[in-house]
């Protein structure tokens, strides 16, 4: 007789007690395809070795799908699920639970602000792998990727086109004051499912703040970032539009701040917030919708030479690979 998953929680209990047919039996199709009944329970049995009881850590709900985390009460391993509206399991993992105690304790001097307006989702966002797949590369440990969701979702209809994603084309702004360092822009943007690992920021801007300090934006929307290289931004400043560009299956933006402008020799910084807060995975984040237009302000910004396209441009008008 086999026990259902009637309460989601339950399931480290489950795990723990031995119930392993039971709960491979409530694994997707695609699930089994990958690993035998027998090769589970010895990978399980394995597993729970030394644990005495399993606590959760984590949840959260997306898109029809709800993650839980559990970890061992030594803190050692990680169980992470993402079951669906059905309560089958679609992805369950098996790790160790490694952080990384120095660079975890490593903030950023300066205070950030997302670089998004409105209310926008973390999809990736934490201080560990499994609400943050970035984490494991040093060089990324600290970054998020943010989406638009209504009603449970980041698209509309379908997912054939990139307009039918909420991201897509949205205001991009500067999270913090800066100068341009970097902009790579012309690349087109993906049919969503595709991606370009070839390019894997896409289109992005890289942006010196103080104290030696870069933030980099990745993923726009071709041919609509609005400064280039010497540039003087704002914080909340316009600087382009959301798009699905480079190694992203979907219309999202990738935030990180490193310690170099080079993304692949510069690492990662733990971003502090103006508002105290440090969004993970599944929270919501919400920033005023005004952004700043710099043709107000253009008296006092001697260092920011924009065209007159440029400023008509500039008035208001919306899963595990290197930057996805």
């Known amino acids: 007789m086999y026990v259902s998953l009637d309460n989601l929680e339950d399931f480290g209990t489950m795990f723990l007690n031995g119930a392993y047919e ?10 089994q395809q ?16 030394g644990v005495h009881n399993y606590q959760i850590e984590f949840s959260s709900a997306f898109q029809n799908m709800t993650h839980y985390i559990w970890l061992d009460n030594k803190k050692e391993k990680a169980i992470s699920v993402f079951f669906d509206e059905r309560k089958t399991i679609q992805r369950l993992y098996l790790k ?13 001097s300066n205070l950030y602000t997302m670089p998004v307006k409105g209310e926008w989702l973390v999809f990736w966002g934490g201080a560990n792998e499994f609400i943050n797949y970035h984490y494991p590369y040093e060089s990324q440990r600290y970054a998020y990727d943010l989406v638009k969701i209504q009603e449970g979702l980041s698209y509309r209809n379908t997912q054939t086109e990139n307009k039918d994603f909420y991201a897509f084309d949205e205001a991009v702004v500067a999270p913090g004051d800066g100068k341009i360092a970097k902009v790579v822009d012309g690349l087109k943007d993906n049919v969503p ?13 890289v942006i010196e703040h103080a104290n030696k300090e870069f933030s980099m934006i990745a993923h726009f929307k071709k041919n609509t970032i609005l400064v280039k290289a010497g540039d003087v931004v704002r914080e909340g400043q316009l600087i382009g539009k959301c798009g699905n560009s480079g190694n992203s299956s979907e219309p999202h933006i990738h935030f990180q701040v490193m310690d170099s402008a080079d993304l692949e020799s510069g690492n990662s910084i733990r971003i502090q917030f103006k508002d105290g807060n440090e969004p993970i995975q599944g929270d919501t984040i919400v920033n005023p919708q005004e952004y700043k237009d710099p043709f107000d302000e253009k008296l ?16 208001p008008r919306t899963i595990a690979q290197f930057f996805k």
Request: with cysteine.
């Open 300 to 315: 006092d910004k001697i260092g920011n030479s924009l065209t007159i396209m440029d400023f008509i441009l500039l008035i």
């Open 22 to 31: 039971n709960i491979y039996f409530c694994t997707s199709k695609d699930f």
């Open 34 to 49: 990958i690993i035998s009944l027998e090769q589970f329970i010895e990978l399980a049995s394995t597993f729970n070795n």
């Open 193 to 205: 499912g595709e991606m370009d690992t070839n390019n894997p920021a896409g289109n992005y801007v």
């Open 96 to 108: 160790p639970f490694i952080t990384y105690e120095q660079t975890d304790n490593r903030y950023t």
